[in-house]
C-alpha cells in the first residue's frame, strides 16, 4: 500500500513562497507519475502539475512560470516549490500517484492520495 505524507504548507502573504514536500512510501517510487493537485472552498479539486520518473513535467497555466515541480528518486520524495504566491492560490495542496507512470490531469487515474496541506495566501 502507498502512503503520501504532505508537508510544508502554511501561511504567507502574497507574493512569498513556499515548499511543499510530499513522501512517498509503500511501493516502487519508479512506477509512479506524481502530481499535486489543489482543492479551494467551495470548487472542484484541479490539477496543478505533475512529474514523470523521468523527470517529464506537465503545468497547469495557472501556476506555469511561478510553481515548479521535482522529484528526489533518491528520495523517495516530489517537491512543490510556489514563488510569487497570489491570495487565488489559497486552498488545500494534495499528493497524488498515479500507477503505470503515465501523465495525466484527471483526478480519477490516480490511486494514491495525500491527506493534503493547507496553503493560505493573505492579501
Known amino acids: 500500500q502507498v502512503q503520501l505524507v504532505e508537508s510544508g504548507g502554511g501561511l504567507v502573504q502574497a507574493g512569498g513562497s513556499l515548499r511543499l514536500s510530499c513522501a512517498f512510501s509503500?511501493?516502487?517510487?519508479?512506477?509512479?507519475?506524481m502530481g499535486w493537485f489543489r482543492q479551494a472552498p467551495g470548487k472542484e479539486r484541479e490539477f496543478i502539475t505533475g512529474i514523470s520518473w523521468s523527470g517529464g513535467i506537465d503545468y497547469a497555466d495557472s501556476v506555469k512560470g511561478r510553481f515548479t515541480i521535482s522529484r528526489d528518486n533518491a528520495k523517495n520524495t516530489v517537491y512543490l516549490q510556489m514563488n510569487s504566491l497570489k491570495p487565488e492560490d489559497t486552498a488545500v495542496y494534495y499528493c497524488?500517484?498515479?500507477?503505470?507512470?503515465?501523465?495525466?490531469?484527471?483526478?480519477?487515474?490516480?490511486?494514491?492520495w495525500g491527506q493534503g496541506t493547507q496553503v493560505t495566501v493573505s492579501s
Open positions: 509503500g511501493r516502487i517510487f519508479s512506477r509512479y507519475f
Open positions: 497524488a500517484a498515479n500507477e503505470g507512470g503515465g501523465s495525466t490531469r484527471r483526478s480519477y487515474l490516480y490511486d494514491y
